[in-house]
């Protein structure tokens, strides 16, 4: 049976507890994203608890609308270990389904101010029905290194020591 998750490690030149507040900002997302896809974060609270939800505009030209939104659910929340989410969309009867694909960061303290980033995306409790008409993975493997060189990038502090703005500004 082929593996139905994909991971990808890197280090990160920051500390933990600063890598870890990058991911937990929905707002850096779109700056994050190894893909193109996400475009902006429609909950911009960040993330603090297990079961939260949070909303992130999207755009891919081979979806039916081209834009669109999913809403993330908060499966894991250990900072400043790891963060993850399962991805759905909300109904219009504002119920939550979820398609089985989750997203997780495992960040290790590799010292003062590195860090040990995985990302993983893993599918395997995805259904049959949603299988027919989404191929998974939906990207290649080199959009979670993608994505971990922007979060890279977002975590080196700038000459005044402050973390560069993400996409609207914010730090």
């Known amino acids: 049976m082929p593996e139905e998750n994909v991971s990808a490690t890197l280090t990160v030149a920051a500390p933990t ?15 994050i994203d190894g893909t193109g ?3 902006e974060a429609a909950d911009r609270a960040p993330l ?14 081979g979806h039916p609308n081209g834009r669109y939104q999913v809403a993330n659910q908060v ?31 495992d960040l290790a303290r590799l010292g003062p101010a590195e860090t040990g980033v995985t990302l993983t995306y ?10 027919e008409y989404i191929r998974f993975p939906p990207f290649g493997p080199e959009h979670l290194t993608n994505s971990l060189h922007h979060l890279a990038e977002l975590t080196v502090p ?12 914010v730090r």
């Open 17 to 31: 507890a600063t890598v870890f507040a990058v991911l937990a900002d929905p707002t850096t997302h779109a700056a």
């Open 37 to 39: 896809w996400v475009r």
């Open 48 to 61: 603090t608890e297990v079961g939260q939800v949070f909303r992130m505009d999207m755009y891919h030209p």
């Open 75 to 105: 499966r894991w929340l250990d900072p400043p270990r790891a963060i993850g989410w399962l991805t759905g969309q909300e109904k219009d009867d504002g119920r939550l389904e979820f398609g089985g694909w989750t997203w997780r960061y």
């Open 122 to 131: 893993d599918w395997s409790a995805v259904p049959p029905s949603v299988r």
């Open 158 to 169: 700038t000459s005044g020591g402050r973390t560069p703005a993400g996409p609207d500004g």
